[in-house]
């Protein structure tokens, strides 16, 4: 029987679990499952949907650290972000619970009489949910809790490497009442998740992870699969820095969007797009700050930067900095796997900082996934604009000025989902729509009210109150009967 492993990134040699892995029958029986449990569940009125919703992140909070802990251990970010993780999953319980007595629709006035027209939301089904490793408790939340409240059924696959938190999500859910047909887990690699994709049960996939698997999930549901298909997939987020920036605002910045969470956030900041007049200065300071972070136990409390997730992402990592140098780049800090004493065959990559880089080299145009900053000088903020949307993917970007006309003139004319102004370009909140343009999406968003759309189809209703046939566009002059139609005066 084929086996999911989960290891742990700091410690490789300790197993955290071992689940079976799903196939092509345990899939169709959970989708058949699923689909006669959401018939049930979408009359449940949606204000009693979310009740268990808010449960589910009641319960979340009561166990919030030892699921922080969880996380910690199985994609190894240090103790604060694995916090934040859980509570990002807690914020949207409630966020989602509240919409479950919000308008859902709106209503329109009719072009006849006597007829009223409204917008409401319907469920889609069973949706299909496909998550990544890096965000293991939030990113599940962002998809099962919309989607269980629009009155759907989910099955979910998260990634391989993050098999254990998605099993503890589900307990915490099962624990607030969700019904265990209604929301169902099977673990697997990418070859499950290509069964979801394209299951003629399934009726919408939601999907988070990189762009070519991103692209692969759309052409696989294109064939058989579900009508719904959200890709929020990866990044090459930049920050701008311009000549009147407040540097230590820049420097701390640049230090959390880069090397927090060793640079592995669909938002991490991997390109550093600095004026050339503070470019030095820059440089200088954020790889002086950098030098200092500590690698270590993401357990270990005086530990700034923990792992990347697998030795096999260390090496790539690696390769990517030594092609970025071949290609003209200079190595500033970093550049090499460590190791880190205690840690027997850890997965550590350092802050890693490449200047000289241009605007079009492949490092400047690859989303590398791990602790890598790449500075690419330039000589205006035109050409910083420029360089921000000259890449294939549209996530999100940050500027730092203290002009607020180029600050807003940035914001208007960057080309991403999400923009930020003196502030560095991870750092979104669940309340707002979180997406990209370009190939990082297509056009869904996650979060935010707008986090509802890809899981339910919209109905329009009309009612006609007028006991006659009323045509559209025919009947559409209203009566004046004893008016004075005449012009007066
Ligand atoms: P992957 O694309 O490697 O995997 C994502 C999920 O897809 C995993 O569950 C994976 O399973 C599964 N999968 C793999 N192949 C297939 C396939 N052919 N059909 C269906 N499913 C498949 O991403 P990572 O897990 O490595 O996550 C990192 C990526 O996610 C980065 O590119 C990052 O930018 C992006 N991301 C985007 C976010 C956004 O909102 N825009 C947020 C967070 C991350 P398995 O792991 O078992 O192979």
């Given at each position: 029987m084929a086996v999911v492993e989960s290891r742990n990134p700091t410690r490789p040699a300790e197993v955290l679990g071992v689940f079976p892995a799903a196939t092509a029958d345990d899939v169709d029986r959970a989708v058949r499952a699923a689909g006669e449990a959401q018939r049930v569940w979408a009359l449940v009125p949606a204000p009693a949907r979310a009740e268990m919703i808010e449960e589910c992140g009641r319960l979340l909070g009561e166990h919030k650290a030892e699921l922080a802990t969880l996380v910690a251990r199985e994609v190894g970010k240090i103790a604060a972000e694995a916090g934040g993780d859980v509570q990002e999953a807690i914020d949207m319980a409630g966020f989602v619970a509240g919409l479950g007595r919000a308008a859902w629709g709106e209503v329109a006035p009719s072009e006849l009489g006597n007829k009223v027209c409204w917008t409401t939301r319907q469920p889609v089904g069973v949706v299909g949910v496909i998550s990544p490793w890096n965000f293991p408790i939030a990113i599940p939340s962002w998809k099962v809790f919309p989607a269980l409240l629009a009155g759907n059924a989910v099955l979910l696959k998260p990634s391989e490497l993050a098999p254990c938190c998605a099993a503890a999500f589900l307990t915490a859910c099962r624990d607030a009442g969700i019904p265990s047909d209604l929301f169902q887990l099977v673990h697997g690699r990418g070859d499950v998740g290509a069964l979801i994709a394209q299951h003629p049960g399934i009726r919408a996939v939601s999907f988070t992870g990189s762009v070519p698997t991103g692209r692969s999930v759309a052409a696989t549901s294109a064939e058989t699969g579900p009508r719904l298909v959200s890709l929020e997939l990866g990044g090459k987020n930049a920050m701008v820095v311009l000549p009147d920036a407040d540097l230590d605002l820049v420097t701390d910045g640049a230090l959390f969007g880069a090397f927090g969470t060793a640079g592995q956030r669909c938002t991490s900041t991997s390109r550093l797009i600095v004026h050339q007049e503070v470019a030095d200065e820059v440089v200088s300071r954020v790889a002086g700050r950098a030098a200092k972070l500590a690698l270590g136990d993401p357990l270990d409390p005086g530990t700034d930067v923990g792992p990347v997730i697998t030795a096999a992402a260390a090496v790539r990592i690696e390769g990517m900095v030594a092609a970025a140098v071949a290609d003209g780049a200079v190595l500033a800090l970093g550049g090499h796997r460590a190791t880190v004493e205690g840690c027997d065959g850890g997965s550590f990559f350092p802050p890693t900082i490449l200047t000289n880089v241009g605007a079009r080299d492949r490092i400047a145009q690859q989303e590398v996934f791990g602790p890598v900053l790449s500075v690419i000088p330039v000589a205006s903020s035109d050409e910083a604009i420029d360089v921000v949307n000259a890449t294939e993917f549209g996530l999100s970007a940050a500027v730092y000025t203290r002009d607020i006309a180029t600050a807003l003139s940035a914001v208007d004319r960057i080309d991403t989902g999400i923009v930020y102004v003196n502030a560095p370009t991870i750092g979104a909140e669940i309340h707002l729509p979180f997406g990209g343009t370009r190939h990082t999406g297509n056009g869904f968003r996650d979060a935010?009210?707008?986090?509802?759309e890809q899981f339910s189809e919209v109905k329009t209703v009309y009612i006609d109150y007028s006991g006659r046939l009323q045509r559209a566009q025919i009947d559409n002059r209203p009566a004046l009967d004893g008016l004075d139609s005449r012009e007066s005066g």
């Open positions: 935010g009210r707008r986090g509802l």
